[in-house]
């Protein structure tokens, strides 16, 4: 009954690899993120997804796209893996579209390591 | 460009102590700020949301404040237990920030002694 999940909970590959991680929520919420959290801890946003707009922070290179296929999943792709991708990700969501005041709901993560 | 800033970066006390986190903001046009939990290994739990005409909000031994005018809110532990050792993360969304205009402080790694 966990009510964000991400699978694989940990993802080891080499670089110049393609991968995806896969989120799902039971929450019926209508928007969902991907956050990074790097060696240092630090947890920055990369996308945030509803049903009707994509926002993508500047930040983040254009070999990470977010697809989702309905409003209860929103997963990451990855193409052409650099050293630089190895972090947590984690996805999140939050109940309602232009509600200010939601507090986001996280999956456990998933440990990308990239060797 | 909003910065969130969180001391100590670590501390750690004997059970039973209260004890206080604290959490700066360097924009104060804020919707609202949440403290948030992280358990190694384990994704972020929300323990208390303050709205920015909010001055404190409260859930069972924890008690969140929020001065909006200073860009400061501290996260107020009452009797603490061993079970409360996690990284506590402090976020405020404003209307700059990013993809939702939420931004992270790096957290306090709280350790409670049995």
């Known amino acids: 009954d966990t009510a964000v999940s991400q699978t694989p909970k940990y993802l080891v590959t080499q670089m110049g690899n393609d991968k995806s991680i896969k989120c799902e929520q039971n929450?019926?919420?209508?928007?969902m993120y991907w956050y990074k959290q790097d060696s240092k801890k630090f947890l920055k946003i990369m996308f945030s997804?509803?049903?009707?707009?994509?926002?993508i922070n500047e930040t983040v290179p254009n070999r990470f796209s977010p697809k989702s296929p309905d409003k209860a999943h929103l997963n990451l792709h990855i193409n052409s893996l650099e050293l630089g991708d190895s972090a947590v990700y984690f996805c999140?969501?939050?109940?309602?579209?232009?509600?200010?005041?939601?507090?986001?709901?996280f999956g456990n993560g998933t440990r990308l390591t990239v060797t | 460009k909003q910065e969130v800033t969180q001391i100590p970066a670590a501390l750690s006390v004997p059970e039973g102590e209260n004890l206080v986190l604290n959490c700066s903001f360097t924009?104060?046009?804020?919707?609202?700020l949440q403290w948030f939990r992280q358990d190694p290994g384990k994704g972020l739990t929300s323990l208390l949301l303050?709205?920015?005409?909010?001055r404190e909000q409260t859930s069972g031994r924890l008690n969140a404040s929020l001065d909006k005018s200073s860009g400061r809110s501290t996260l107020y532990i009452a009797a603490s237990q061993p079970g409360d050792s996690a990284t506590y993360l402090c976020?405020?969304?404003?209307?700059?920030?990013?993809?939702?205009?939420?931004?992270f402080g790096k957290g306090t790694h709280l350790i409670i002694q049995p």
């Open positions: 997804y509803n049903n009707k707009e994509l926002i």
């Open positions: 929450l019926g919420h209508d928007t």
């Open positions: 999140a969501s939050s109940p309602r579209t232009g509600v200010v005041h939601s507090p986001l709901h």
């Open positions: 976020a405020v969304k404003g209307s700059g920030g990013g993809a939702d205009g939420l931004t």
């Open positions: 303050i709205q920015s005409s909010q």
């Open positions: 924009d104060s046009a804020i919707y609202n």
